[in-house]
């Protein structure tokens, strides 16, 4: 009885941590803002936000830390309800975004920048991930945290 209450145990541990996602060193240079300012208006003209939308279902089980490449460079980790303001170049960009779920969920996004685009929602799904031109913020937008460099 003892033995198998230790076998459970240490499952669960291993099924806990294996869903963790190693964070991945930004070779991008965030635009450093207070949350308290950021405006919509002060978006755009190559200024996006570009923030983790994970539902509650993925913040639960520990799966909605997104790593992110951005033309092939690291944009680095994005946890669930953080956001990172970068500058841009018009034109087209390749996002590569990654989340781990059990396996690995990969997905390649092509998004084309403009002098309008302000805001860009990336969420993970149950069976890959999901990118969008929003430019508008989340419903809870005050309880989102700048993501720190790590």
């Known amino acids: 009885m ?24 930004s070779e991008y240079t965030f635009i450093k803002t207070n949350i308290e300012n950021v405006e919509l208006n002060d978006l ?3 200024n996006v936000l570009i923030y983790n939308g994970a539902n509650i279902l993925h913040k639960m089980d520990n799966t909605a830390r997104l790593n992110i490449w951005l033309d092939n460079k690291p944009l680095g980790q994005i946890r669930p309800s953080e956001y990172v303001i970068i500058n841009l170049k ?12 059990v396996v690995n969920m990969r997905s390649e996004h092509e998004v084309e920048i403009d002098n309008e685009t302000k805001v860009i929602k990336i969420k993970p799904t149950i069976t890959s991930n ?6 508008e913020f989340p419903k809870n937008f005050d309880k989102f945290k700048y993501a720190e460099k790590r």
């Open 2 to 25: 003892k033995n198998i209450r230790i076998i459970i145990v240490s499952l669960s541990f291993i099924l806990l941590t294996s869903c963790a996602l190693k964070s991945i060193t």
């Open 130 to 135: 999901k990118l969008e031109l929003t430019n």
């Open 90 to 101: 018009n034109g087209k960009h390749h996002f590569k975004v990654l989340h781990i779920d």
């Open 44 to 46: 755009g003209n190559g």
